[in-house]
């Protein structure tokens, strides 16, 4: 089984849903991160935790919210998702080395 | 604050060729350096990572990397490219000096093996 996983892979919307992806491990990991990819930028970072009680802002925080449920699932929601929000979004963990173990990412859509 | 530039969004190498990606950090301060390489609809993997030890570091799948402090460099290579080695490659550095819990990332270049 996967370390790190992802639900959905795939997920088409319309403007203006409300979408939830959720990212579970069984690394035990404590830090669990939250990036999209976009062709030609690179990836980049949305929200990051480093336990249960901390969440923190990445360089692209604005439409997005996340919640760190447990140690191993670590879910982002776009509140109401929009155009520019198509990207592939992949959910990460990490011990405290800064090695980072990615999930499989999902395909956000939205029309 | 801490960047990384990847010169050549797009490599094309013949197969058994030797494969070189580039990449610069911007800092005076050096940070931890990874390589990761993304095969189609898959997630990131670790080929790398360089945090102080030995400069030139030895990875999976044959590649390696040195890292240059003069220079800024942290340069992918593999002697002979194979088909299999077609995928997107991402340089990425700490955003710090050490481990500091967060990557930054290259905009990522796309290797391409002809046969």
């Known amino acids: 089984d996967a370390d790190v996983t992802q639900t959905p892979r795939n997920r088409i919307t319309k403007t203006g849903k409300r979408i939830m992806l959720e990212c579970s491990q069984t690394k035990g990991h404590d830090r669990m991160y939250w990036y999209r990819q976009d062709p030609g930028l690179g990836l980049r970072l949305i929200y990051y935790?480093?336990?249960?009680?901390?969440?923190n802002k990445g360089e692209i925080s604005d439409g997005y919210s996340v919640s760190r449920q447990a140690q191993a699932k670590f879910s982002l929601s776009l509140e109401s998702a929009i155009p520019n929000q198509t990207a592939l979004y992949f959910c990460?963990?990490?011990?405290?080395?800064?090695?980072?173990?990615f999930g499989p990412g999902t395909r956000l859509t939205v029309l | 604050a801490q960047s990384v530039t990847q010169l050549g969004s797009h490599v094309s190498v013949s197969e058994g060729a030797l494969v070189l990606l580039r990449c610069n950090y911007s800092s005076s301060v050096p940070p931890y350096l990874f390589w990761y390489v993304q095969y189609p609809n898959q997630g990131l993997q670790l080929l790398l990572k360089?945090?102080?030890?030995?400069?030139l570091v030895k990875g999976i799948n044959g590649f390696e990397a040195e890292f240059k402090k003069s220079e800024t460099s942290f340069h992918l290579t593999k002697p002979s490219a194979h088909m299999s080695d077609a995928a997107e490659y991402f340089c990425?550095?700490?955003?710090?000096?050490?481990?500091?819990?967060?990557?930054?990332f290259g905009q990522g270049t796309t290797l391409q093996v002809k046969p």
């Open positions: 935790s480093f336990d249960v009680k901390d969440i």
């Open positions: 990460a963990t990490s011990d405290n080395t800064d090695t980072q173990y």
């Open positions: 990425a550095v700490t955003s710090g000096s050490g481990n500091t819990g967060k990557l930054i």
């Open positions: 360089y945090t102080s030890a030995a400069t």
